[in-house]
T-cell receptor, first 110, second 113 residues
């Protein structure tokens, strides 16, 4: 069964304290892995797409990496405006569906 | 360029009432999706339309119907609402159904009493 698990469920960081969010997945062949940011009361906002193990993408203070079983979203020197829920989703090679994890709620304290 | 728009933003229904959630995109995308988001469950796919004229069931289709009205519009209908359908509903679109980033609307918050 295709599955996506994100950890931790919640993370509190001091401003400037770097950390990583994890997304582990089990799918019958990965077609793509997607990271989204979701602010309260809003729809998910696209961050990154990764297609193959070893791939990395960066945007400002965020960097996403991918292995054969998991992806990490590294946050370097976070700011309070980085506070949000970060969602991971995968698409398997068989079928067209996307499977989302339940997210990591990040709070960055000034 | 509005992206993905959804109406209404918020709705309260009584058990057994029907309603249609509307979604439109202006990005000329071929594929469109309906998800529901519940606490602790993550986003779950209800139905999707890979291209105009086609629709397919997702993970949780029971109690819902969809219509791909044209390339821009994809509606979700609840024929007889149940309290278990209380949720936040998101519409999304992508250029194609495979390997393509999905862009989400702002959501519709539905409460069924």
């Amino acid at each position: 069964e295709d599955q996506v698990t994100q950890s931790p469920e919640a993370l509190r960081l001091q401003e400037g304290e770097s950390s990583s969010l994890n997304c582990s997945y089990t799918v019958s062949g990965l077609r793509g892995l997607f990271w989204y940011r979701q602010d309260p009361g809003k729809g998910p906002e696209f961050l990154f797409t990764l297609y193959s193990a070893g791939e990395e993408k960066e945007k400002e203070r965020l960097k996403a990496t991918l292995t054969k079983k998991e992806s990490f979203l590294h946050i370097t020197a976070p700011k309070p405006e980085d506070s949000a829920t970060y969602l991971c989703a995968v698409q398997a090679r068989t079928g067209n569906q996307f499977y989302f994890g339940t997210g990591t709620s990040l709070t960055v304290i000034p | 360029n509005a992206g993905v728009t959804q109406t209404p933003k918020f709705q309260v229904l009584k058990t057994g009432q029907s309603m249609t959630l509307q979604c439109a995109q202006d990005m000329n995308h071929n594929s469109m999706y309906w998800y529901r988001q519940d606490p602790g469950m993550g986003l779950r796919l209800i139905y999707y339309s890979a291209s105009e004229g086609t629709t397919d069931k997702g993970e949780v289709p029971n109690g819902y119907n969809v219509s791909r009205l044209n390339k821009r519009e994809f509606s979700l209908r609840l024929e007889s609402a149940a309290p278990s359908q209380t949720s936040v509903y998101f519409c999304a679109s992508s250029r194609q159904v495979n390997q393509e980033t999905q862009y989400f609307g702002p959501g519709t918050r539905l409460l069924v009493l």
